[in-house]
Every structure is written in C-alpha cells, then in structure tokens.
C-alpha cells in the first residue's frame, strides 16, 4: 500500500516535474536556435567587415593602377633586363650585346648560338653560347664587359683552354700573352610583365 502523499509535497513534485520538461525543452529547441542565430549574426559582422575593407579598396583602384604603371615605365626605363617581347628578340638582343663585348674588347667571335629559354622563379631567362679566341687581358676585359654593364647578364659556364700559336719562323719569340680558346654561356632575364 502505498501512504497518500501530503498535497503540498505533490504540488511541489508537479512544479518540480514541469520545471524539468520546460527545461528540457529549452536545451532541445530554444538552445539550439538561439546558438545559430549568434553563429549568423557573427558571420553576418565578419561579411561586413570584409566588404567593407573590399570597398576601401575598390575606392583606392584608380591610385593603385596609377601607382603600377609608375612602377611598370620605371621598370621598362631601367635597362636592366633584356629588350624585347619574346625570347627570340631577348635572345637577337643578348647576341648583339654579347659579339658587341667580345669584339669591342680584342676578342675573336668564332661562334655563337642561342640557348633555350626557360623560366626561372617568375622570370623569363634567355641565354647564348659564344666561342671566342682572346687574351688573358682580352679575356678579362671581355667578362668586365658583360656582368658589369646593363643589361644584367651572367656568365653561367666558362671554359678555357690554351691554344698554343705557332710560331712563323724559330727567330720569332713566342708570345708571353697566348691566345686562348674560350667557351662561355651568358645569360639574362627578360623584363617581367605586371598583371
């Protein structure tokens, strides 16, 4: 049998009973959609912000595009890259420049050809491959010429070898300079193009 609870012990069992559903029912309903609507409002600020720091930029468009073409002519006016658009007017323009260094400094062109170009971290290089004859002295004056000037050019290979002359007659001395046989890769960059 069971003992008839007194009736303020079950009125307090029934609010205690009906407080739990009520909470149970906002841990499974309202919590949920009151932790989404706060997810949304902080997407939606985060949107905002962003769009906002996109119109600052979309306003500064005009200044920035101004400010890359400044950049772009003093690039171009610099001399520092090879001329020309694509890596066969590179390559005429690095040929030129190279028989130019060769033959303005004492040496003897005997060959030249051009390298493939290739891309190197964002750049367009182009090369040569010269064969000459030159003196030491020759020899020296001829590499001063082409990494110390513009374009910006580097010798990439360098091999030398002695090329004994001979002599026309036994009562001619033998030269104290020889002439020497020389192979040499130059290269150079192609002027970058900005986008």
């Known amino acids: 049998m069971n003992p008839a609870l007194p009736p303020w012990m079950s009125r307090l069992m029934a609010l205690a009973l009906l407080l739990g559903l ?6 499974v309903v309202v919590a949920p959609l009151v932790a989404g ?6 997407a939606v600020a985060e949107a905002q912000e962003l769009l906002a720091g996109y119109r600052s930029v979309a306003a500064r468009r005009d200044v920035l595009e101004a400010q890359l073409a400044a950049l772009s002519a003093r690039q171009d006016d610099s001399g520092l890259y090879l001329a020309g658009a694509t890596d066969a007017l590179a390559a005429a323009a690095l040929q030129d420049h190279v028989k130019g260094a060769i033959e303005g400094s004492g040496g003897n062109l005997r060959s030249i050809q051009i390298l493939p170009g290739e891309d190197d971290e964002g750049f367009r290089r182009v090369g040569v491959r010269a064969q000459l004859t030159a003196t030491v ?12 000037g513009t374009p910006f050019l580097f010798v990439d290979a360098l091999e030398v070898n002695n090329r004994r002359a001979r002599r026309r007659s036994r009562d001619e001395p033998e030269t104290m300079d020889p002439v020497l046989l020389v192979r040499l890769d130059v290269a150079g960059y192609q002027q970058p193009r900005l986008q």
Request: glycine share 4%; proline share 0%; aromatic share 8%.
């Open 22 to 27: 009520v909470l149970l029912a906002y841990a």
């Open 37 to 42: 609507y706060r997810q949304s409002e902080d």
């Open 137 to 148: 002295n020759d020899l020296l004056r001829i590499l001063h010429e082409i990494e110390g």
